[in-house]
């Protein structure tokens, strides 16, 4: 079954550092996205990609991130200077069709990268 | 955007039934979703439920939906300790869904 995937499983670095976290989903999909979890808070919206270009954004997703889709099959995370606050679970997300409030859709995700930032 | 709450932790004895609880804030969202992951996997979608239903059910999983209330629920009946993992509810975004911090359950032999 097809899944998504995403390396590393687990990053460190020093803050100030630039991270490139990296996913490569679902080959048919057309829409992509990321979302983190604070260990222990809830899994929040970083942004989504469409037809190569961001789609929609949360407030998160600041100056110090960007992603993009430089080949046919992955789609990256950047994170300019990475912050002690932007320790946390990365995930990659992809799926076929576009949803939102009225249609029903699946996103399919990766296991995660775990960024700690210190 | 929609606001999505759930506790944090479960721990049921294997053979009863497990209720996970969500509350929600958006009273306009059509599709409620739970997804579940295991240990070292990435989310993955169990079941949705349309707003214009009060139950879905799925063999052991039933779906129970409360739009006065805004309450959403998970039932598992005949909890096994397969299904121990991190249950979230999610409600839609525009372009994306908006998460719980999930409930951790745990299967007690």
């Known amino acids: 079954e097809p899944e998504v995937t995403q390396t590393p499983s687990h990053q460190v670095t020093q803050m100030g550092q630039e991270v490139i976290l990296r996913c490569v989903p679902i080959?048919?999909?057309?829409?992509f996205y990321w979302y983190r979890q604070i260990l222990g808070q809830k899994v929040e919206f970083l942004v989504s990609?469409?037809?190569?270009?961001?789609?929609?954004k949360s407030e998160i997703f600041d100056d110090q991130f960007s992603v993009e889709r430089p080949d046919g099959s992955n789609f990256t995370l950047k994170i300019r200077s990475t912050k002690l606050e932007d320790s946390a679970m990365y995930f990659c997300?992809?799926?076929?069709?576009?949803?939102?409030?009225?249609?029903?859709?699946?996103?399919?995700f990766g296991p995660g990268t775990r960024l700690t930032v210190t | 955007g929609e606001d999505v709450e759930q506790s944090l932790f479960l721990s049921v004895r294997e053979g009863d039934s497990s209720v996970i609880n969500c509350t929600y804030t958006d009273s306009s969202s059509t599709y409620l979703y739970w997804y579940k992951q295991e240990p070292g996997a990435g989310l993955q979608l169990l079941t949705y439920i349309f707003s214009n239903m009060d139950m879905k059910q799925d063999q052991r999983l039933t779906v129970l939906l409360n739009k006065k209330d805004k309450h959403l629920s998970l039932r598992i009946a005949d909890t096994q300790t397969g299904d121990s993992a991190i249950y979230f509810c999610a409600g839609p975004g525009a372009n994306n869904l908006f998460f719980g911090t999930g409930t951790r359950l745990t299967v007690i032999p």
């Open positions: 997300a992809s799926s076929e069709t576009s949803g939102g409030a009225d249609v029903s859709y699946e996103q399919y």
């Open positions: 990609f469409y037809n190569n270009e961001i789609s929609e």
């Open positions: 080959s048919n999909h057309l829409y």
